[in-house]
């Protein structure tokens, strides 16, 4: 019997991704296929004024390892890639329709995507119910747990977890309850690809060689911070790289945060005497890596400080890390997981700390994962028993979570009815709001 023809469906939404993508073929990771299409979703809040991937600096590049590209946006125009899947009786007909669009033909069809958890990802898993499937991770966000329950029929035909070793020796928690297998991609191979992308990058603005690099984040757009909280973060790293001694500073800001961010940091800078330039924000933290080599790397929880040191020897802190595991809600906020390991495995760009070894990390990992989704890892609840019982570290724990878990930590049984008294809640949640003013008092 002769068999059909295979093609493979690669979905990305950023320029990261694809890069991704590029050094998982290079690294011969995939399976043969007659043909490679690479399907591009712009996830942006409002992405018909936002740049996509395919507009990024050095994406021609990356682009000639596929033999096609399509735009899902385009595809399910006028519904947003973000908050559209088909229904479930109309999966068949859109199955046909992209087999007719895109010229899939009869092929059999093998899909690679990220964040398997949410759309686009799941809406074309679920087009293609024969598809296999294999996941690539989207940073630090691969080793904390999967966020909701995968339908069976989606999690079941994951064949492996491919994903850069940005923390040595720990394994992701993402689908693990299926028991998928976790690959890594290797290093040097993303290195090389990320060579490419800095060739084929703009020139950049003059500047000093080996300044202070801060990575701006847009923790407003998910609501966790205000915008004005999110300048003062911003404000926070300058004065700390200042106070360190650097004098030259770059500011790579988020792709979709607002110009004025820049401008406020412009103006502290100068108070300070500092040297602050602004970059364009669709370069990767990467490609800057490569081409001005700082002397320091200062962001809050971004996948690029894990990057820093991993694939380019670069010092990397962190500031911010408490308060956002502080605001973070609910618990199981899927960036609760890369918040914690920044915090416990680079230094803070203030005071003193001592990052984890690996070994801690791994037993850290295991207890916040279980307190995130106990029903999907109930078998980590003996690891996070232990770890808990040695190391309950209250930045990231809540005790009323472990309450509701039953977990060393908690509050006693005997005195659980306590919180859930309207008026105790209503005085803690006083004492939080006046602890809040008082700290945004002291950081302005």
């Not at 979905?11 to 290079?26: E, H, M, N, P, R």
């Not at 962001?299 to 010092?315: H, Q, R």
């Not at 918040?339 to 070994?359: H, M, S």
């Not at 306590?418 to 003013?437: D, E, F, K």
Request: proline residues 9%; hydrophobic residues 45%.
């Amino acid at each position: 019997m002769t068999r059909r023809p295979t093609v493979q469906l690669l979905l990305a939404s950023t320029l990261y991704g694809v890069a991704t993508l590029a050094a998982v073929l290079d690294a011969g990771l995939l399976p043969p296929a007659g043909r490679r299409l690479l399907v591009l979703a712009n996830n942006a809040a409002v992405p018909e004024t936002t740049p996509g991937p395919d507009e990024a600096p050095g994406f021609d590049r990356l682009r000639t390892r596929f033999d096609g590209v399509h735009s899902w946006n385009g595809t399910i125009r006028p519904f947003h890639p973000a908050g559209w899947s088909p229904r479930t009786d109309d999966v068949p007909l859109w199955e046909r329709h992209l087999r007719l669009l895109w010229d899939l033909g009869d092929d059999d069809v093998e899909i690679v995507l990220e964040s398997l958890q949410t759309d686009p990802a799941l809406a074309l898993a679920r087009i293609f119910p024969g598809a296999p499937l294999e996941v690539y991770a989207d940073g630090l966000m691969s080793y904390g747990p999967t966020r909701i329950r995968l339908d069976p029929l989606v999690g079941t035909r994951v064949r492996r977890l491919l994903h850069l070793d940005l923390v040595p020796g720990l394994r992701p928690l993402l689908l693990r309850e299926f028991g998928v297998a976790a690959e890594t991609v290797p290093g040097e191979v993303f290195a090389k690809v990320l060579a490419e992308l800095a060739d084929a990058a703009p020139e950049l603005p003059p500047v000093p060689r080996e300044p202070a690099l801060l990575l701006g984040q847009y923790l407003a757009a998910l609501g966790i911070l205000t915008p004005e909280e999110e300048e003062r973060l911003h404000v926070r790293m300058l004065r700390g790289a200042v106070a360190r001694g650097h004098r030259s500073v770059v500011f790579k800001p988020h792709p979709t945060a607002p110009a004025r961010w820049s401008r406020t940091l412009e103006e502290e800078a100068r108070r300070l005497g500092a040297d602050l330039v602004a970059v364009d924000s669709s370069t990767l933290a990467e490609v800057l890596y490569q081409r001005l080599r700082p002397a320091l790397v200062v962001g809050c929880f971004s996948t690029a400080l894990m990057t820093a040191g991993a694939f380019y020897g670069l010092p990397a802190v962190h500031t911010g890390t408490d308060l956002l595991l502080e605001r973070l809600t609910p618990y199981q906020n899927s960036n609760r997981v890369p918040v914690t390991l920044v915090d416990a495995l680079l230094p803070p760009l203030e005071g003193t700390g001592a990052p984890v070894r690996a070994a801690e990390a791994a037993e850290l990992l295991a207890a916040v994962g279980y307190a995130m989704q106990p029903r999907i890892n109930p078998d980590l609840r003996a690891a996070a028993e232990r770890h808990l019982s040695r190391r309950p570290d209250p930045r990231y724990f809540k005790r009323r979570r472990l309450t509701a878990l039953g977990l060393p930590g908690g509050v006693p049984r005997r005195l659980a009815f306590l919180a859930r008294r309207p008026a105790v809640r209503r005085i803690a949640r006083r004492v939080r709001t006046a602890g809040r003013r008082l700290a945004g008092r002291a950081s302005a």
